[in-house]
């Protein structure tokens, strides 16, 4: 039987998997010495298993009470001890962090004796005990037994009657644990359990199961963490922040998690406990503020924030309270952070010499250097401030002010662009925040649910505007000097300066990019940290970062941007605009002259395309995709040029007529597995001869050009054969050198790899084609129609059109890379898909022992940097 239990002393930081973050992490302060509260942790194993049966498995219960009395001993008195009470927290943990998402129940182990006991314990704190008991039965009812939270909530509203909590005696919580518990009986038809080993086993229960909650499982899929980990439970001994003003909790970070400075970033708030700092009841003090208030607690926490920040060599955030003048820690772990601080957080620790350079570039990912080149608000334009509040994540968003989760959503469905304005969030505002460009909240500070929610999306977020009376009810909120502002009216908000401002206000391009376009590095320090680890990334990677472009400016644009070449020219755009004529002469054509005629026309259009790319490219190599896409494509559409036809009756013309047979002709029911690619250019005599003319003269006028050709939808060696024998024809005539090779992208050319090489000097891998026939779906149609239900179902956890199937379409690619250069040794192998600029792709790409990856112009820096943390990430398992 596997170990289900874990002593906080017998873990340590690197059990993630099976304690979840929090437990590992409060083994790992365990034994580095710091005061944290006795307990122990319930693996994630128990939790799958526990899902999976529908019951704790066999010798948990067992294990569990072997921990507990061990506890018990340890601290000198039973769980819920009438006369001098154990009490414990059950918190929920997973491995990865999913704020707000899992369930914590504090001051498990009350009950309508032991609460007596509790506040003999503290010195006849009556107020105090209550206060914690009533809070058992809020947290313990919402949570475990799932009653509505807002039935608790109003009856504490009730009870305070415009008071703050601070006024509240000991008779006002003795009196709403009463109500409480009226509450939970009207709701359950049961007492609230009295029994503490009872409530430790629910809340247990309940915690294993809310891995399953559906804002769970929302949260899990936009933030891309498997469905099948599992969460761990912790069970910890309480201390107390609320009783007392010499007590109180807090949350803090060892840096801004905004801007990666270095200080002491905080909040912290007397007489409270737990959830109170985030929930934002009362406004909560800089924690700066403590060190007047308990000057040593203040220091040791200094000191600890300090020892955690070395040990961990990171930003931390951490989670711990005061009772009575004793610090006690609850939690750390490495803080979330916005993409710009993770940038300068990363340099910051290389220059304190607690981390080297190769591990700086794996600290920050492509998806934050690509949030770094989003636009920012014009600080010159004309605007209209109207509040200020906190720049909780950064970024630039405008849109239509909403003020509930479900409108959000449904005007995002409608394609409207919205900011979610809210008081304050809590986790059901998951939707929302995922469907709008921006959050905005009037409460709550950099560590309320919204900033740390909004952070980890990369979402641009303003919180704690006080200025700002939000009314969720009347759809509306008002801001200093009479503004009003409704649902529908459009905002803007500036997640990097914490403003508000009303109407739309014009955005600019980031530095960084006008860095990637050539701006000199200057004395912005995070230009400056994007610079150093980007050099670093180019060093570090093997694979070439190539771009998708077929126009000069897209051409030019990548080669800026750091693309050493282009790794797919597709030609089907210049057949399109005023060209479309041409096309429809070729199609139309009668005989053969007529055919030449047409090509000809279209031959000295295609050669000056490809000479303003050569020269754009200066000498780097543009692999060129001979046409691809069907004919029929570039013809009218056939209803309404049956229309149009039907309309003139005996008056259409005679060319209107054959078009409308031809595109009759040329219908096909499954276009993607139609006439197209090298098949038309077997068919159409004259058409690749024309392209491959084209690029053979646009290669020789222009000095240094390097022109490689490339031909689509190749299933056989045959096809490729017959195409490249004419190139070469053409090319030895011209008498320019140039690489003719072949796209991979159906699945029988992955097979039969070994032969295609035979006839290919490079490989191109085509994924997105091979994603559509390796699966039998075409992407167009199976999105809208299934995608969402097979992400539910967990057929995939994310689209094989955004990522690259591994287990699948990577099996083939790996397939034709071995048979391929088994064939040639040397074949140069690339991917020019979608999955070009997706980072996990990139990463397989390089174990793939690829040679370049081609994406969107925009997308190469993240390429750059994908792929050299791919091979640092590589290097350092080869020497683990
Ligand atoms: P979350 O995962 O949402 O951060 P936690 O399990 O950390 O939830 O619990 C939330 C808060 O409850 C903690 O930050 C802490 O303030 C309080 N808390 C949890 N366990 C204890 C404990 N044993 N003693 C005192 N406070 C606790
Ligand atoms: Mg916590
Ligand atoms: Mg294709």
Not at 346 to 371: F, K, M, P, Y
Not at 443 to 467: D, F, I, L, W
Not at 658 to 682: D, F, I, S, T, Y
Not at 846 to 857: I, M, R, T, W
Request: aromatic share 6%; with cysteine; hydrophobic share 40%.
């Amino acid at each position: 039987m596997p170990k289900y239990v874990y002593d906080f002393t017998e873990g340590n930081k690197d059990l993630k998997d099976l304690l979840g973050g929090k437990g590992a992490n409060l083994a790992e302060m365990t034994n580095l010495g710091l005061p944290v509260p006795p307990g122990f942790t319930i693996t994630t194993e128990a939790c799958r298993s526990f899902l999976a049966g529908g019951a704790l498995p066999d010798g948990l219960e067992e294990e569990i009470a072997l921990h507990l009395t061990a506890l018990e001993k340890r601290m000198g008195r039973r769980l819920g001890q009438a006369d001098d009470p154990l009490l414990v927290s059950v918190r929920s943990g997973a491995k990865f962090s999913m704020p707000g998402m899992m369930e914590t129940v504090l001051n498990i182990g009350l009950n309508d004796e032991s609460v007596r006991g509790l506040a003999k314990q503290a010195g006849g704190n009556e107020r105090f005990a209550w206060d914690s008991y009533r809070r058992l039965i809020q947290m313990f009812g919402r949570t475990v037994q799932g009653i509505d939270g807002e039935l608790f909530d109003g009856a504490l509203e009730r009870l305070k009657a415009g008071r703050s909590d601070l006024d509240l005696q000991a008779e006002d919580f003795q009196r709403l644990v009463e109500t409480y518990k009226e509450i939970v009986r009207a709701e359950t038809g049961e007492d609230f359990p009295a029994d503490p080993y009872r409530q430790m086993r629910m809340a247990v229960e309940a915690v294993f199961a809310s891995w399953n909650a559906p804002r769970a499982v929302l949260y899990r899929r936009q933030e891309r963490i498997p469905a099948d980990l599992g969460t761990a439970v912790n069970v910890c001994s309480m201390v107390f922040g609320n009783c007392g003003m010499d007590s109180g909790t807090g949350v803090a970070f060892t840096r801004d998690p905004g801007s990666g400075q270095q200080g002491v970033y905080g909040d912290y708030l007397q007489n409270a406990q737990g959830e109170d700092v985030v929930a934002g009841i009362r406004n909560t003090m800089p924690l700066q503020e403590l060190e007047a208030i308990d000057r040593d607690s203040y220091d040791e926490l200094m000191r600890i924030m300090e020892k955690l920040e070395n040990h961990y060599r990171d930003l931390c955030d951490i989670e711990f309270t005061v009772e009575r003048g004793k610090l006690w820690m609850l939690q750390t772990r490495v803080g979330k952070r916005t993409a710009a601080a993770a940038f300068r957080i990363a340099v910051q620790l290389v220059d304190q010499g607690l981390i080297d350079l190769d591990e700086a570039v794996t600290r920050v990912t492509g998806d934050q250097l690509a949030q770094l080149m989003f636009p920012r608000f014009d600080g010159g334009a004309d605007r209209k401030r109207i509040a200020r509040g906190m720049n909780a994540s950064p970024g630039a968003a405008v849109g239509k002010a909403v003020f509930s989760s479900e409108r959000a959503v449904e005007l995002a469905a409608a394609g409207e662009a919205v900011i979610l304005v809210r008081r304050e969030t809590n986790p059901d505002d998951l939707s929302g925040m995922i469907a709008a460009q921006g959050v905005l909240t009037s409460r709550g500070g950099k560590t309320s649910h919204a900033a740390v929610v909004a952070r980890g999306m990369g979402k641009t977020c303003v919180c704690g505007a006080e200025e700002l009376e939000v009314s969720a009810a009347e759809r509306r909120f008002t801001a200093p000097g009479g503004v009003v502002v409704a649902e529908g009216d459009v905002i803007s908000i500036d997640g990097s300066s914490g403003e508000v401002f009303l109407g739309e206000v014009p955005v600019v391009a980031s530095p960084v990019v006008e860095y990637f376009e050539g701006a000199p590095v200057g004395d912005d320090e995070l230009v400056a940290a994007v610079h150093r680890i980007m050099s670093h990334a180019d060093s570090a990677r093997r694979l070439a970062v190539r771009a998708n472009a077929d126009n000069a400016e897209d051409a030019a644009r990548a080669r800026r941007f750091g693309a050493q070449g282009i790794g797919l020219c597709r030609t089907e755009h210049m057949f399109l605009g005023d060209r479309r004529q041409l096309v429809e002469d070729l199609v139309l054509a009668d005989g053969d002259g007529e055919r030449e005629r047409a090509l000809a026309a279209l031959e000295p259009l295609q050669r000056a395309d490809f000479a303003e790319i050569f020269r754009a490219m200066d000498g780097l190599p543009v692999t060129v995709r001979l046409l691809d896409p069907p004919l029929h494509e570039f013809l009218p559409d056939y209803t309404e040029l049956s229309v149009k036809v039907a309309l003139a009756g005996d008056r259409a013309s005679g060319k209107d007529r054959r078009l409308l047979a031809a595109v009759k002709r040329l219908h096909e029911q499954n276009p993607m597995l139609g006439l197209r690619g090298v098949r038309l250019g077997l068919v159409v005599p004259g058409l690749f001869a024309m392209q491959v003319r084209a690029i053979a003269e646009a290669a020789r006028a222009v000095p240094g050009a390097r022109a490689e050709i490339m031909i689509p939808l190749v299933g056989a060696v045959q096809e490729l054969e017959c195409v490249r024998e004419e190139a070469a024809g053409i090319l030895a005539e011209a008498g320019v050198e140039a690489a003719v090779g072949t796209m991979i992208e159906v699945p029988r050319a992955a097979l039969t790899a070994g032969q295609i090489a035979e006839a290919a000097e490079f490989f191109s891998f085509g994924t997105n084609d091979l994603t559509q026939m390796t699966w039998g779906f075409s992407r167009d149609d199976v999105e809208a129609a299934f995608f969402s239900r097979y992400l539910d179902l967990g057929v995939f956890g994310v689209s094989p059109f955004e990522t690259l199937d591994r287990g699948g379409v990577g099996r083939l690619v790996r397939i034709a890379a071995e048979e391929g250069r088994r064939a040639r040794p040397g074949l140069k192998l690339g991917i020019c898909g979608e999955h070009g600029g997706d980072p996990d792709s990139i990463h397989f790409c390089h174990e793939a022992g690829l040679d370049y990856v081609s994406c969107s112009p925009f997308r190469v820096p993240v390429a750059r940097l994908e792929a050299g943390r791919a091979a640092l990430a590589c290097a350092g398992s080869d020497t683990r």
